[in-house]
């Protein structure tokens, strides 16, 4: 039997995304609606919405959680709160269920940091133990200040703020 689209089960899928199948319409609007997404948001191509009918929309906000999600495989939260891939796209949820590491000492590469006010996180990239004195934490994260993906000091760019979570 042929695969047919999700949302329009009278035309034929042409696509399979996130483990479902989209006719060449959803396509061509999926396309459209990820060249809108904002520049510093990865991935693009899944940071978007059905709406309905023939109409796909950019996610809007930030793509910090969305990035990590990706990176860690994280799909928590309801569907309304992920991506076309099914990824997560909330900060809240990024870190729910997992443990707060509270000593610096102990904290490790893939960690998932998250700012004080629980708006941004990002990913542990680097640390540099430093003798007598707190480890060096280099965070990896979607930045919309600066444009891109990027990696900052948690000491410098973060203020040594915010929390690690494994």
């Known amino acids: 039997m042929a695969r047919k689209c999700i949302h329009h089960p009278g035309r034929s899928a042409t696509l399979h995304v996130g483990g479902k199948d989209y006719c060449a319409k959803c396509q061509a609007a999926q396309l459209a609606a990820a060249r809108l997404v904002d520049r ?3 991935p693009k191509d899944c940071f978007i919405w059905y709406l309905g009918g023939d109409r796909w929309v950019r996610i809007t906000g930030t793509g910090c959680a969305h990035w990590v999600a990706h990176q860690n495989n994280t799909t928590q939260g309801s569907a309304i709160h992920r991506c076309l891939k ?9 870190a729910r269920g997992k443990h707060e590491i509270k000593d ?4 490790m590469v ?3 940091y998250v ?7 990002g990913l542990v990239s680097r640390v540099t133990l430093v003798p007598n004195s707190t ?3 280099e965070i ?3 930045s919309s200040r600066q444009g891109k993906v990027a990696k900052n000091d948690f000491a410098t760019y973060f203020h040594g703020k915010g929390s690690f979570f494994r």
């Open 115 to 121: 700012t004080p006010k629980k708006d941004h996180c």
């Open 86 to 94: 099914g990824k997560t796209i909330k900060v809240s949820d990024i």
């Open 135 to 137: 480890p060096k934490i």
């Open 104 to 107: 610096l000492a102990k904290v």
């Open 40 to 42: 510093h948001v990865e």
């Open 140 to 142: 990896q994260h979607d």
């Open 110 to 112: 893939n960690d998932v």
